[in-house]
């Protein structure tokens, strides 16, 4: 969250005893305690729903912007709270990281896998989860930016790759969903990700391209705000033309099938993770570019005959 700060002068802080590892310390965060009460960051220990609650309470009280952090699995633990912002419009910022089984050895415990299609699902819950860096700053600042709705900002554990783009695809950005690779002509195949799973879909794409198959990539970091854009802007990503579609996100999969149809596919998880490095369990799972290819050429063959 570094430059931030000069943006919103306000912003107030918090995490529940993970502050070093969801990385919502900044240069300028100066911790609250009964001897001093004039800093901007609470560490609330390990009481998440007291922080989420709280949280609540400073929006509510006015004149300050809360965020508060923890790992994405521990939002079971303040459901309840993150409900409430929702339905009384606060603009809590909800610091969410180590989205999936890129978490590793914790294993399944602390593994997300239904916790991203749970927080969508709330009403007035505004969800991000970004694939890099510009992905993630655009954001925050939109997070920033909200008056009567929170935001909850799902990032990974590991680092992933800075995605090219032109000013076009940039701007595109705010609305959720964008093209951030296209092919020459009508495509044959869309690929749908989010997050960390956005490189894999670049990736497969580029394969798919050399066996001749026109491919268009989306990534969609935030569902919620792609579905409030106009029937064409969302006609213009998703063509119903084309109906051979992957979406890939390394979690529960039926969220996405509003988006690829009866006739697409998605490759997500349908069980809990395992306790492995992140790599091994990537493919493990099936999110390599090998299985994307197998899923594709599956489509494809399916709609030739």
Known sequence: ??????????????????????????????????????????????????????????????????????????TDYMRNAMRMSALMKQPVIYVLTHDSIGLGEDGPTHQPVEHVTSLRIIP???????????????????????TDQPSSLVFSRQGLPHQSRNTEQINNIRKGGYILKDCEGVP???LIASGSEVELAMQASAKL??????????????????????ADYRESVLPAVVDKRIAIEAGVPDYWYKYVGVNGAVIGMSEFGESAPADVLFEHFG???DNVLTVADSLIAANAK
């Open 287 to 289: 999110f390599t570019v």
């Open 124 to 146: 007035n819950m505004s969800l991000w989860r970004p694939c890099d860096s510009l992905e993630s700053l655009l954001a925050w600042t939109i997070a920033c930016e909200k």
């Open 1 to 74: 969250m570094n430059g931030l700060g000069p943006l919103l002068p306000e912003l107030i802080g918090g995490s529940a005893d993970l502050a070093g590892s969801n990385y919502t310390i900044w240069d300028q965060s100066k911790a609250i305690s009964a001897a001093d009460a004039e800093g901007n960051y609470i560490y609330f220990g390990v009481r998440e729903f007291a922080m989420a609650a709280i949280s609540n309470g400073i929006a509510l009280y006015g004149g300050f912007k809360p965020y508060a952090g923890t790992f994405l699995v521990f």
């Open 209 to 230: 391209e050399q066996d001749g198959t026109r491919v268009r990539v989306v990534s969609m970091p935030s569902t919620d705000h792609f579905d409030a854009q106009s």
């Open 188 to 190: 044959q195949l869309i």
